[in-house]
């Protein structure tokens, strides 16, 4: 337990930090729409190039990697589902819904627990290119089509592929993972000066995420359809569905419930069905799906919905109230399956 909790000491400290500075207006009014903005334009990008860039791309064709991929996708599929059929969201709304209940915190907090609990981190490097490579992208495609599929001229369907194909040179996230990938797969070493500034820049982004997290513990959650994601995409917004933004306040608290549940018990649970009776997976593999599955929702679905101008409640309360549920997840999957894993 003193493991877990000196890993979420940080998450806590800094979020605390970002909820304080807010609360006494030392940044101003505007500062976490500008942190926002860095991460996703600056920080963000520089952290996923040098991940991408010095990892081998072929590190997660393994067995533990296909039961939490199936965990993944079900349980997003899943989030996006519900937020749909359940409480009248649009398709960028259902996005950050799907992010919400299945998208792991890897980097600042399945790092450290993967080192205090399993001895290592290796897999949680597999699994930071999983979400990096194939799951974002099929979030930013889905915001993208839900906040700006009718801007434009020409057809609807016309103005729809045309932005999906020129997504990657449009968002940050999708272009940096792009370029480290052409750069891993090219067997490319960046001159040391430019390496180790895009490590400083990328270092920012864990940190400065998380100190945005707790300024919008202090403000009014987004509106749909606020400018933001004009500076996304360079694109006029058009707004999710009236039904969406007028239930948004009623169901917000059910849609935390549903997303949390979705993350800290569903996820956990069908990694462990895939990895154990069906793959048969050795013990200390089966204990580091469960383990990484069972993380809680990473802040980038809160940066994400900030800057497409969704409502970011649902995102925002998903990260903290995961958090602290996944505190009794983790440890219950490390009680449960850490004496054989061991």
Not at 96 to 110: D, F, P, Q, R
Not at 201 to 217: D, E, M, N, R, Y
Not at 239 to 266: F, M, N, P, Q, W
Not at 293 to 322: C, E, H, K, M
Request: hydrophobic residues 55%.
């Amino acid at each position: 337990m003193h493991a877990l909790l000196s890993a979420f000491a940080p998450i806590w400290m800094l979020t605390t930090i970002g909820y304080a500075v807010g609360r006494s207006g030392l940044l101003g009014e505007r500062a976490e729409a500008v942190l926002g903005r860095f991460v996703f334009h600056v920080a963000m990008p520089a952290a996923l190039f040098t991940m991408v860039s010095g990892a081998r791309l072929d590190s997660f064709a393994n067995s533990s990697m296909v039961a939490f991929a199936v965990g993944t996708a079900l349980v997003c599929g899943l989030g996006f589902l519900a937020a749909g059929r359940l409480f009248g969201r649009g398709t960028a709304d259902r996005a950050i819904g799907s992010m919400a209940s299945g998208y792991v915190n890897s980097a600042n907090l399945g790092i450290p627990v993967a080192v205090q609990v399993l001895g290592d981190a290796s897999f949680v490097a597999q699994i930071i290119l999983f979400q990096v490579l194939l799951v974002s992208p099929v979030i930013l495609t889905l915001l993208d089509t839900g906040t700006g599929a009718g801007s434009g001229t020409g057809s609807g369907k016309a103005v729809v592929l045309r932005r999906m194909l020129t997504m990657p040179v449009r968002n940050p996230i999708i272009m940096a993972s792009l370029l480290g990938v052409a750069v891993s797969a090219l067997g490319l070493r960046l001159p040391h000066a430019l390496a180790h500034s895009c490590d400083l820049l990328g270092a920012a982004a864990v940190p400065t995420a998380l100190i945005t997290l707790g300024l919008s513990l202090n403000a009014r959650p987004a509106a749909v359809g606020s400018t933001d994601l004009a500076q996304v995409t360079a694109q006029p917004v058009r707004a999710e569905s009236t039904k969406g933004a007028k239930g948004a306040g009623h169901s917000a608290r059910a849609e935390v419930v549903v997303a949390v549940a979705l993350k800290t018990l569903v996820q956990p649970l069908i990694a462990f069905a895939v990895g154990g009776p069906l793959l048969h997976l050795p013990e200390h593999q089966l204990l580091a799906v469960v383990l990484c599955s069972a993380l809680p929702t990473a802040q980038n679905a809160f940066i994400y919905a900030q800057q497409y101008g969704l409502d970011t409640r649902v995102a925002r309360n998903a990260v903290v109230t995961s958090t602290v549920a996944s505190m009794a997840t983790l440890s219950l999957a490390t009680w449960a399956l850490g004496a054989t894993g061991s």
